[in-house]
């Protein structure tokens, strides 16, 4: 596994990596080279070689190896699925995205974490992310209060705003904090084939659309239900503030975008980026470490960073896409307590910093008001500090992969202009309430809109 | 020659027959059982709810599914006849050009044996609307580029000019055996009848030929209603649901979404669908034999 190249330190920051590096060694020997090896399966995402890095550094330090299964998203998902539900998991540690980890919580595969090690618990810098990494199997809420600990956070994915600064620098303007002042700039940045003004992700997949416009409709006033975080999911997404949000979505990718919205990619988005021909988009927080590697981007230095924008009187609401680190059940004790060994060195704050610097987005406080959150590199942590107490995420049930697949349908054929917005928003708000209520969930939807 | 009793033959057929139970009709009737079952998982265990007929009655509402067979139809009707009107005419011109056809052959057979990622990978590149090589042919002679892929009027058109280039070389295999295998005789007594070229290919070369032709057609039609890889590496069924094909919505149904039940119905739906026209196919094939002899 490669690690990232890193840019010029000063001496006095070498000298600081040196000691937390003698830190890391000295915490580690409690576990130096005793553990099982730890099979991880594992999406490939723009944090991947950041994760592989701090993998290498583990193995580096102690002496206990980790092994990658790298897979496409679909294919990491179908894999963990396969591995639950065997006789045993050849995966010791599942790194399970934000979405859909609530079928991995009810289906009850994830062996609770203090079950392991009662001692252990998550470090107190690191992030809690509206308590997703605990739940109740009783009550088969997500939380801390009366959950169970059932995975570590790995990554903290949550959608930001990227923007060329140098070309808003030229201009003197300032990162934009409404929807208006957006597309205000990206008309004005706009100049097809050489600079497109903006483009988001509008291609049908697992989870793609849904997840970039979830911070347009929540922007704009709107959700897709009506209090998910509350259990509450009678449906919203056909709100008149829903339309206005799509309105503006789809206003976006067919008069300031590409030519081709309704296929974009996150591949698609980091290309037009870093080879300078877009001018603002929005993506995981992780992608931040290719716009400055000079071997891919022709970018370096100039893409800067930012919380989503809101219309006014409604806060930004980036969406919460984060990955948690969880172990099977179904796989031998000695396996169970050699995965949480690494979970737990990489969650300590020593290692969130190193993390940091080999190009992954650390999930601790602790990385975020450090030093090298000021290094010019690291900017997009500052967007970060921003920008993670005002992300949600979108759901914590099961049926996570269906109702995704709803609104993928729904608003990829919006943004292709197969069918209207208000018939987009309608149609979604129908079937989701149709496999919410199959489900048995006490559910309805708002009348449809004309 | 030794004489075997009837029940000797009927036993001999048994271990063929249990081979065939166990590989193909063990799991269909596994996917019928659980067609009829909603599966969810509680404590890492299975469980498995019977639901009746519930999961087939969703079909006709499923948008993917509709849009899906619409697609797929297309995709059998225009892709296989051009693969089977094109390898005809290869078949032909390779046949006619005799030993020298040999040098042909492999070049037409190459994108048969390339792998579908690696088929995907080349045709992306090559509709690629800002690099790719039909745009740069388009810009070079001052027309605009496209985005083949991207634009709803055209992708499925492109996924199936992917699947025309990929499968006619199939085609052009059945179609070269059939051709070399036709009696000499009757092409030179049409010449020394004074028949044209045309007409000998009208009336003796293309009669003699309908039944290869024929199972060739419904060899790739049935084929060619199961394209997956094309379309999962080119569009995933978008922009919209403009290449959204049927095996696609059963990939999305049963596997992404996690749906088993609602995913086995799709599928035996199909499976029957595709053998009943099989069986009507077949039979129309041996009607039309039949009145010709």
């Keep these: 596994m490669k690690t990232p190249e890193k840019n010029t330190i000063p001496s006095m920051a070498m000298i600081g990596k040196a000691s937390i590096v003698a830190a890391m060694l000295a915490s580690s020997a409690t576990f130096a080279a005793s553990h099982a090896p730890v099979n991880v399966v594992i999406n490939q995402s723009p944090w991947l070689e950041g994760f592989a890095a701090i993998a290498d550094l583990y193995e580096d330090e102690t002496g206990n190896e980790i092994t990658l299964d790298v897979n496409p998203y679909a294919g990491s998902l179908e894999k963990q699925r396969n591995a639950v539900r065997s006789e045993e ?20 595969f994830l062996e609770p974490l203090k079950s392991i090690d009662p001692e252990f618990d998550l470090d107190s810098r690191v992030y809690e992310y509206g308590g997703t990494p605990w739940f109740d199997s009783e009550s088969r809420a997500i939380g801390k209060e009366d959950g169970q600990l059932l995975t570590v956070p790995v990554n903290p994915n949550i959608t930001l705003l990227f923007y060329r600064k140098d070309l808003y620098e030229e201009k003197g303007w300032e990162a934009p904090t409404s929807f208006e002042q957006l597309e205000s700039n990206a008309r004005a940045l706009h100049n097809p084939k050489k600079m497109y003004g903006i483009a988001q992700r509008a291609g049908r997949a697992t989870v793609s659309v849904t997840w970039d416009f979830f911070p347009y409709i929540q922007g704009f006033g709107g959700s897709y239900f009506r209090d998910s975080d509350a259990g509450d999911y009678f449906v919203t997404i056909n709100s008149e503030a829903a339309r206005e949000a ?170 292709a202009g197969e069918i209207t917005v208000t018939e987009a928003l309608n149609s979604m708000a129908a079937d989701l309430e149709s496999v919410l209520s199959e489900a048995g969930y006490a559910t309805g939807r708002l009348p449809d809109l004309e | 020659m030794p004489h075997f009793s009837p029940l000797g033959k009927y036993l001999s057929l048994l271990p063929a027959l249990l081979v065939f139970a166990l590989l193909a009709l063990l799991p269909v009737i596994n996917l019928l059982i659980t067609s009829f079952h909603e599966v969810s998982w509680q404590a890492g265990t299975k469980q498995m709810e019977w639901v009746g007929l519930d999961n087939y009655a969703d079909i006709p509402a499923d948008p993917l599914f509709k849009a899906g067979v619409i697609n797929t139809a297309i995709v059998v009707i225009f892709a296989t006849s051009a693969q089977v009107i094109i390898g005809l005419a290869l078949a032909l011109g390779c046949s006619a050009l005799g030993k020298k056809g040999r040098f042909y052959r492999p070049l037409i057979i190459l994108p048969l044996l390339i792998p579908g990622i690696v088929i995907g990978a080349i045709w992306r590149l090559m509709y690629n609307s800002e690099f790719g090589v039909f745009n740069l042919i388009l810009e070079a002679v001052g027309l605009t580029g496209h985005d083949w892929l991207g634009s709803s009027s055209t992708a499925l058109a492109s996924v199936i000019v992917v699947d025309i280039w990929h499968w006619t070389p199939f085609a052009f295999l059945l179609l070269l055996a059939a051709v070399e295998s036709l009696p000499r005789d009757v092409s030179e007594a049409a010449k020394i009848d004074g028949a044209t070229t045309w007409q000998e290919f009208r009336y003796v070369t293309l009669p003699l030929l309908y039944p290869a032709i024929f199972m060739t057609f419904l060899f790739r039609a049935v084929m060619a209603s199961k394209i997956f890889d094309e379309v999962f590496l080119l569009t995933s069924g978008g922009p919209g649901t403009s290449t959204e094909v049927v095996s696609f919505t059963i990939f999305q149904r049963y596997f992404l979404q996690d749906n088993p039940g609602y995913g086995s119905a799709l599928s035996v739906s199909i499976i029957f669908v595709v053998s009943v026209i099989i069986v009507i196919a077949l039979n129309a094939g041996r009607s039309r034999e039949l009145a010709q002899s």
């Design chain 1, 89 to 108: 998991s050849e995966y010791d540690l599942l790194i399970i995205n934000g979405i859909f980890y609530p079928e991995m919580y009810h289906g009850g």
């Design chain 1, 246 to 415: 799509l309105e503006t979505y789809v206003r976006l990718a067919s008069e300031v975008g590409p030519e081709n919205p309704a296929n974009l990619t996150q591949g698609d988005l980091i290309q037009l980026l870093v080879t300078g021909k877009l001018a603002h988009t929005v993506l995981p927080a992780a992608a931040w470490a290719q716009m400055d590697d000079p071997n891919k981007s022709a970018v370096v230095g100039k893409v800067g960073y930012a919380t989503l924008p809101s219309a006014e009187g409604f806060p930004s609401t980036p969406a919460l896409g984060h990955w948690l680190g969880g172990i099977p059940k179904n796989i031998p004790d000695e396996k169970k307590r050699a995965a949480l060994a690494f979970l737990d060195w990489f969650q300590q704050p020593e290692t969130q910093i190193q993390y940091a610097e080999m190009g992954g987005a650390p999930i601790s406080a602790a990385a975020y008001e450090s030093d090298i959150a000021d290094r010019p590199e690291n900017r997009y942590m500052k967007a970060m500090v921003t920008a993670s107490p005002l992300a949600k995420g979108m759901w914590t049930i099961p049926e996570g992969a269906e109702l995704a697949a709803i609104t993928e349908l729904g608003l990829n054929r919006a943004v």
